[in-house]
């Protein structure tokens, strides 16, 4: 009888994943939408049964992202993110250079716990406040001096509504308009930075936890510890080398102006837009019960992430018998759950709600990050990892940095156009064979290139973030080409020397490990 489909199963598995990357590239159709092709292509190419493909949509890190999101909630609900925030900044000062150090540092600390997006989103209403005080504070100095204090405290005020009808003439000096630029940018870039540091801090960070340990279940070697150590001090290199970068490009070089904490040193200005951030903290009051209770919660989760198998020590989970059965899920999982019973300052009314989860619960990460799931499954059961490890076989002579920096650079350059997470479920089923066939511990490449594909920072469709802060009408597309091209390059140079140094040790890069030869001979037979 004649087949409908007689290709091979490596052909078929090569067509669903070209078709799904087609999608999440273009962006033709929703990336979640996307993402479901291989649910029905790869049951009727006979790849996966249809059951076999449901069960990736729904991994352990998808109840990870449901209980950080019941924090998230909690933090959002009761403005302790505005809290924490203002409260860096006011620390800070307002000399332009420390105003935007505080922001970076406050958003940095965000994103290591929120999204991205919604730290971004948070953060960039609060400095332009800053700004517009700033804004309006100029207009006022340059039309009539004896009105400069009463014009930045109407916050309905003709100068601030001129302000906003026409953003050509809103800046009262190109210095001003520089800040702003300078401060627009630097949230988003550390949006990115923070997001960076924790396993739950980005999408990509999970996709990559999910289809490594998947791929690799003998590994044993990432965690929430063993990440947060390797990435943390990328972060805060970064966190400075942006700082600098930004600072030279849009403020100049003369630091002592622009950071000096000195209070006789302060403009009048700058004075004012201290004021402004004082107001606006003192607008949220004492410290509330729910903000306690969440800000108890946040440290909780840290610390039992940290102590669950530190390595050095042992952790909390060999109290139990069995081992393996509880993850970084469990303990999200298990405090979320406890948000939805703990009552509010109201005994009938819990810290969050259903509506107030739903409200920040991305379903179509969820959806996204299992069609990566889906997609590695086939890549592995048709065969198709291994075939493309073997036509990878002539970059063998390479060492294992070269081969480790053109995955940064290739992804980082992919990044920019398409998006994160569709960009590494493509590359990491083949640079994971490309790892097996060099015999290159495959962390040492996965790790840098799950990194660098967070660094499309260039452009407005590199990320939301981007976007966010583009809207707002401070920059311009060249700003961000210029600028960002900068950051991608400090973001690839700081990731490769933190794989060729400090990751050595810590993941025993120098060796090709033995859960990886298992998979290498099992995949080969």
Not at 83 to 103: T, W
Not at 213 to 226: C, E, L, M, Q, S
Not at 427 to 432: A, D, Q, R
Not at 508 to 524: C, I, K, Y
Request: glycine share 6%; hydrophobic share 50%; net charge neutral.
């Amino acid at each position: 009888m004649y087949q409908l489909f007689s290709f091979s199963q490596e052909a078929c598995c090569a067509y669903v994943l070209m078709v799904t990357a087609v999608y999440w590239v273009s962006e033709a159709v929703p990336l979640g939408a996307a993402a479901l092709v291989p649910a029905f292509l790869y049951p009727l190419f006979g790849v996966l049964k249809s059951s076999e493909v449901a069960a990736e949509y729904c991994k352990d890190t998808t109840l990870l992202l449901m209980g950080v999101i019941c924090l998230a909630a909690s933090i959002e609900k009761w403005n302790l993110h505005k809290r924490i925030a203002l409260r860096m900044v006011m620390i800070a000062g307002a000399k332009p250079g420390m105003l935007v150090l505080g922001f970076m540092c406050c958003t940095v600390f965000l994103s290591m716990w929120l999204s991205n997006t919604s730290t971004t989103a948070m953060v960039m209403p609060i400095a332009e406040a800053v700004l517009q005080q700033l804004i309006c504070t100029g207009l006022a100095d340059s039309h009539n001096d004896s009105e400069t204090a009463e014009a930045p405290e109407d916050d309905g005020g003709t100068s601030c509504s001129r302000v906003r009808a026409r953003r050509d003439s809103q800046y009262p000096t190109k210095r001003d308009h520089m800040i702003c630029k300078c401060l627009s940018l630097s949230i988003t870039y550390a949006a990115t930075i923070g997001g960076l540091i924790t396993i739950t801090g980005t999408s990509t960070n999970l996709i990559f936890a999910e289809q490594f340990n998947t791929r690799y279940p003998d590994a044993k070697v990432i965690n929430f510890g063993t990440w947060f150590i390797f990435s943390f001090p990328i972060a805060i290199i970064m966190l400075i080398l942006t700082w600098l970068w930004l600072h030279f490009l849009f403020l100049g070089c003369n630091f002592r102006e622009t950071c000096s904490l000195s209070k006789k040193r302060k403009t009048r200005r700058e004075m004012l837009s201290e004021k402004r951030i004082h107001e606006e903290y003192a607008k949220l009051g004492p410290i509330s019960y729910p903000e306690v209770v969440t800000g108890v919660f946040f440290i909780l989760m840290t610390l039992l992430w940290f102590t669950r198998e530190p390595g050095f020590v042992p952790g909390w989970t060999s109290l139990f018998e069995k081992k393996g059965y509880r993850t970084d899920a469990t303990v999200s999982v298990l405090l979320g759950f406890l948000l939805f019973l703990i009552p509010d300052d109201d005994p009938l009314a819990p810290m969050i709600t259903w509506k107030d989860f739903q409200r920040l619960m991305p379903w179509e990460i969820v959806i996204l990050v299992g069609g990566g799931y889906a997609l590695a499954a086939g890549c592995k059961v048709s065969g198709l990892s291994v075939w493309i490890g073997r036509q990878l076989e002539p970059m063998s002579g390479l060492p294992p940095w070269a081969v480790t920096l053109l995955a940064c650079l290739l992804v980082s350059a992919v990044t920019e156009f398409a998006s994160n997470p569709a960009t590494l479920t493509v590359f990491l089923p083949i640079l994971s064979a490309l790892s097996e066939t060099l015999l290159i511990n495959p962390l040492h490449t996965l790790i840098p290139a799950t990194m660098c594909v967070s660094f499309g920072v260039m452009l407005p469709v590199g990320n939301p973030p981007n976007a966010i802060v583009f809207s707002y009408g401070h920059v311009k597309i060249s700003d961000m080409v210029k600028a960002g091209f900068g950051v991608n390059l400090i973001g690839v140079a700081v990731v490769m020397l933190a794989i060729t140094t400090w990751g050595v040790p810590l993941f025993n890069l120098t060796e090709f490990p033995t859960w990886a030869v298992a998979r290498n001979v099992s995949g080969s037979l």
